[in-house]
């Protein structure tokens, strides 16, 4: 017959639980990364999140001993890459690549199958490129003063092309137009290309685009460049003012900036991990040179500086959007 022995039952069971938490504390204490790391880029190839990513990717893997791959996810101006992201487990292994329109299509789509403040953790800002206001060289202007007035002149008869609806540029444009009085119709296309195409050839009279893009056309005189956006000219056009020099102070934090977001939850002290080293690779002499000959300007930050930069951002084009009326295609 055999006895039982409570003490020796308790004894055993608390040796089981203690050995369960000792195993999660383990688990949870893990290194990161302890896997290969998927840094999604929700565009396709040779944009500028994907050239920073392909650029990024190899000294990343070198620091972390663990390969990093890029994952193109193209679609819905960003979206399905987002929602990768934001449906992924929250341990830093999958990261979106984010641009500036991760804070626009939440106004300009209806429906986005992502929150863009509680899916995501924002790790930091890694570069930006800022656009240029150019205009055909037959617009008798040579800053945004004579442009005015010179739209003044011809109300109704200018347009201004864009790479479609709810694009940075579209959006960029409209702000203008809200806080200036400009008077301009829109011509969105399918693409910066045919855009561009038509700026030289006077079907439209003005556009924005990036700096790194416009600035052959301007040398070779088929464009005019009449003002950047950010707080300081652009090292790749310094003749060049700013929106901001030129009193139109409301674009002074208009840019094509590219960030990186893990998804929502992910434990501080891995965000925190992956901000410090992305800040590390980015800030290196090589990747600084690099991204610099694809029009790309270094500029890293803090968590809550970038989350801060989203937030605001959320806040600024909702506005532009609803009070342009814009919508998706």
Known sequence: MTTFKPLACAAALWLGLAALAGQAQAQSATPFPSKVVTLVVPYTSNSGSDIIARIVGP????????????????????????????????????????????????????????DPVVDFAPVGKLAEASFVFAVNPGVPATDMKSLLAYARKNAGKLNYGTPGNGTPQHLAMELVKSSVGLDA????????????????????????ATVHSMRPYAQAGKVKLLAVTGSARNPFAPDVPTFKEQGIGVMEGVDA?????????????????????????????????????????????????????????????????????????
């Not at 119709?185 to 924005?208: C, E, N, R, S, W």
């Not at 925190?272 to 270094?298: C, H, M, T, W, Y």
């Open 59 to 114: 000294k990343l893997s070198q620091r972390w001993g663990q390969p990093v791959v890029v994952d193109n996810k193209p679609g819905a101006s960003g979206n399905l890459g987002a929602q990768q992201v934001a449906n992924a487990p929250p341990d830093g292994h999958t990261l979106l690549m984010a641009i500036n329109t991760f804070t626009m299509t939440p106004a300009v789509y209806r429906r986005v199958p992502f």
């Open 185 to 208: 119709t829109h011509v969105p296309y399918k693409g910066i290309a045919g855009a561009i195409t038509d700026l030289i050839g006077d079907q439209v009279q003005m556009m924005f």
């Open 257 to 329: 900036w590219y960030g990186v977001m893990a998804p929502g939850r992910t434990p501080p002290a891995v965000v925190a991990q992956l901000n410090r080293d992305f800040n590390e690779v980015l800030n290196s002499p090589e990747v600084v040179d690099s991204l610099a000959k694809q029009g790309l300007i270094v500029r890293t930050g803090t968590s809550a500086q970038f989350a801060s930069l989203v937030k605001s951002d959320l806040t600024r084009w909702k506005k532009v959007v609803i009070d342009a009326k814009i919508t998706a295609d």
